[in-house]
């Protein structure tokens, strides 16, 4: 079945460092992979997408990456600030069964 | 901006009790999801319907879970009947779904459940 993996689970990064995650998965036939950042008592937000036929996709501070050979895509955020504190999450859309499936999301603390 | 409107809020009702959360999905989107999250943890997939119609449930406890979507405008997830270990955040989220491509789900701000 589909399966998708998160690292790190946690991170912590300096205000204006950079922080990537990264998510792993096993179905093939995927071709839609959404981030969503939670912030604490709130819902899933989403931030960035990117589609099978895109490898690199960018708007203003972040950007995700894919690879699809390997199976993998990464979200990238740059200059980070306090207010990027969150709990991130990457998903995964099967083509074959619509499934939306989520990674086990990362903490990531962004520190003045 | 569109929102997805989920109903109630909060709930808290005592085990064994019926417990229904309503959704209703943005205007002309045609997938609904349901998940449940506990103490910021991951989002775990119950079910998922296109067009009105349930594509998988495999992830809801079948004995005491449904889902249903009388019409386009609602859905509904009920407890039946509800244990503590059913506590949790309950979100739905929409999306359109058109010719094989996706264009972003939304979620709604989840009905928080405590079974006492």
């Known amino acids: 079945g589909e399966n998708v993996e998160q690292h790190p689970s946690t991170l912590s990064v300096q205000e204006g460092d950079s922080a990537v995650i990264k998510c792993t998965y096993s179905?093939?036939?995927?071709?839609?992979f959404p981030w969503y950042k939670q912030e604490l008592g709130k819902r899933p937000q989403l931030i960035i997408d990117?589609?099978?036929?895109?490898g690199e996709k960018k708007d203003q501070r972040i950007a995700v990456t894919l690879n699809k050979t390997a199976k993998h895509f990464s979200l990238h955020i740059t200059e980070t600030q306090p207010e990027d504190s969150a709990v991130y999450f990457c998903?995964?859309?099967?083509?074959?069964?619509?499934?939306?499936?989520f990674g086990t999301g990362t903490r990531l603390q962004v520190f003045p | 901006d569109a929102r997805v409107t989920q109903t109630p809020r909060h709930k808290v009702t005592e085990m064994g009790q019926e417990v229904t959360m309503r959704c209703q999905p943005i205007?002309?989107?045609?997938?609904v999801f349901w998940y449940r999250q506990t103490m910021m943890q991951g989002l775990e997939l119950l079910a998922y319907?296109?067009?009105?119609?349930?594509?998988?449930d495999s992830g809801m406890p079948k004995d005491r879970f449904s889902a249903e979507m009388p019409d386009a405008t609602l859905a509904t997830l009920k407890i039946q009947p509800s244990e503590p270990r059913d506590s949790a955040v309950y979100f739905c989220?929409?999306?359109?779904?058109?010719?094989?491509?996706?264009?972003?789900?939304?979620f709604g701000s989840g009905t928080r459940l405590t079974v006492v």
């Open positions: 989220a929409s999306g359109l779904v058109t010719r094989g491509l996706s264009y972003g789900y939304t």
């Open positions: 179905d093939s036939a995927s071709n839609y």
């Open positions: 990117i589609r099978s036929n895109v």
């Open positions: 998903a995964v859309l099967s083509y074959n069964t619509d499934k939306l499936i």
């Open positions: 205007l002309g989107h045609n997938t």
């Open positions: 319907f296109r067009n009105r119609a349930p594509l998988d």
